[in-house]
């Protein structure tokens, strides 16, 4: 396990049988036959009606299970602390990176997509928070957000994403150890100051996979385990100023990361060393990001220049079609290394510290890889699979909103920019 590895997401990958060229139309054509389909069956909103679901475990048990994972949670982010401080300063001995950007980021996405925010059901950063809140309660010093919507959250986002991708010593556990220490004292102050929920709002991770959990077929309601159709519960998810920024910025990274990995990236960024290849990294990652954005602030002008719509407010009625792109980028961009490195993590809970430990047996294990073939195929998939979702999504919300006479045609422009998002994913995925 290298630094390169845990700090970008694309490793070796099989061959795909067909050309790159034909894997681009292919899915094109994929997303406008779902387009039409949609267009000819789907006439009314689905997504809500089913939003609720139904109860999977007979038995409330989420409170419970939520206890124990919080309580193992706190555990685990105190060691990674300590590790960061105190722990061998070498990223390949030390449990603090590959629990960071593996467990925790690439995790959060990947486990969120599929079976709900577990995140935020075992989160340290939250219990921290909800302990700096009951302490500075009587105090009178908790007041909830004035108009803050969840930029701070696309601001910490923006400044992980540069120590994960840019930053010349991101992945070193000393550097690692002051972030985190850093975050930790600004995420209490918050809470003295605004309350826990605003934490929860704001703390960038935190605020990523709850909406990326939204989407998933399992979700937990009032201490219950409860399953609805996937997508659904994105007819009802929050959206508050900074909201679509935060999922653009995820997007953007991402994308980053896969250009930097590309052959094009290499030759661009080669060329430079330390904290001049850093600057140069990062202002391609805020390129990236704004690139992403404008395509779909077109999407949005179209809507709004087709119905007559508040930009604002188609803003945010289509910011959760983003939400299946963020986690189908992430799948075809980390699932490799999330498989890969999930098991160094576990072989790092023997020896947290780099000290020659093997408290659980196994320290010294070997990674197993999965065939580079089927890496790819779930590449491919997860990408279309992604878009596909933010095609339904947008449907959804435009049967929802406008008359039928208009909906179809305001979603043309959507439909456009999702043939762009995916024809720039699959690229950056087919170069690398």
């Given at each position: 396990m290298s630094p390169a590895v845990i700090a970008h997401g694309l490793g070796a990958r099989g061959d795909l049988p067909l050309p790159r060229d034909l894997f681009v139309w292919g899915i094109s054509l994929a997303l406008l036959i779902s387009f039409l389909a949609m267009a000819v069956l789907w006439k009314q909103p689905l997504l809500d009606r089913s939003a609720d679901g139904r109860r999977l475990i007979p038995v409330p048990v989420g409170a419970g299970l939520g206890l124990?994972?919080?309580?193992?949670?706190?555990?685990?982010?105190?060691?990674?602390?300590?590790?960061?401080?105190?722990?061998?300063?070498?990223?390949?001995?030390?449990?603090?990176?590959?629990?960071?950007?593996?467990?925790?980021?690439?995790?959060?996405?990947?486990?969120?997509?599929?079976?709900?925010d577990v995140w935020g059901a075992i989160n340290p950063v939250d219990t921290v928070a909800r302990g700096a809140e009951a302490v500075v309660r009587p105090l009178g010093l908790t007041e909830d957000e004035q108009g803050w919507g969840q930029w701070p959250a696309v601001v910490g986002m923006i400044v992980f994403l540069f120590y994960e991708l840019s930053h010349p010593t991101g992945a070193a556990p000393r550097t690692l150890g002051l972030l985190l220490t850093v975050h930790l004292i600004l995420i209490m102050v918050a809470?003295?100051?605004?309350?826990?929920?605003?934490?929860?709002?704001?703390?960038?991770?935190?605020?990523?996979?709850?909406?990326?959990?939204?989407?998933?077929?399992?979700?937990?309601?009032?201490?219950?385990?409860?399953?609805?159709?996937?997508?659904?519960?994105?007819?009802?998810?929050?959206?508050?100023?900074?909201?679509?920024?935060?999922?653009?910025?995820?997007?953007?990274?991402?994308?980053?990361?896969?250009?930097?990995?590309?052959?094009?990236?290499?030759?661009?960024?080669?060329?430079?060393?330390?904290?001049?290849?850093?600057?140069?990294?990062?202002?391609?990652?805020?390129?990236?990001i704004l690139a992403v954005t404008t395509l779909f602030v077109l999407g949005v002008w179209w809507t709004v220049r087709v119905t007559g719509m508040a930009f604002r407010a188609a803003w945010r009625a289509f910011t959760p079609s983003l939400i299946p792109i963020v986690f189908g980028y992430a799948v075809a961009h980390y699932f490799q290394l999330f498989a890969d490195n999930i098991q160094a993590f576990v072989f790092r809970l023997s020896d947290p510290f780099g000290r020659g430990w093997d408290l659980f047996g196994g320290a010294d294990g070997l990674i197993w890889q999965i065939d580079p073939d089927v890496v790819a195929w779930i590449q491919v998939a997860a990408m279309l699979a992604g878009h596909v979702g933010a095609v339904a999504v947008a449907h959804d919300r435009a049967v929802e909103l406008f008359p039928p006479a208009v909906s179809l045609r305001s979603q043309f422009g959507m439909l456009a920019v999702m043939v762009a998002y995916s024809s720039l994913g699959l690229w950056l995925l087919l170069t690398a």
């Open positions: 124990i994972g919080r309580a193992l949670a706190l555990v685990l982010y105190a060691v990674c602390l300590w590790a960061g401080w105190n722990g061998a300063n070498q990223i390949n001995n030390n449990i603090l990176p590959v629990t960071l950007y593996v467990t925790v980021w690439v995790g959060g996405h990947l486990i969120g997509g599929l079976l709900g809470a003295m100051m605004w309350g826990a929920a605003w934490v929860r709002r704001n703390d960038p991770f935190t605020a990523l996979f709850a909406l990326i959990g939204a989407m998933a077929p399992i979700y937990g309601a009032d201490g219950e385990v409860r399953g609805r159709p996937p997508l659904t519960g994105l007819a009802r998810v929050p959206v508050m100023g900074g909201t679509g920024a935060l999922l653009l910025t995820a997007i953007g990274g991402t994308s980053f990361d896969g250009f930097s990995e590309s052959t094009t990236g290499r030759d661009l960024f080669d060329s430079y060393l330390g904290w001049e290849l850093a600057w140069f990294e990062l202002a391609g990652l805020l390129i990236s």
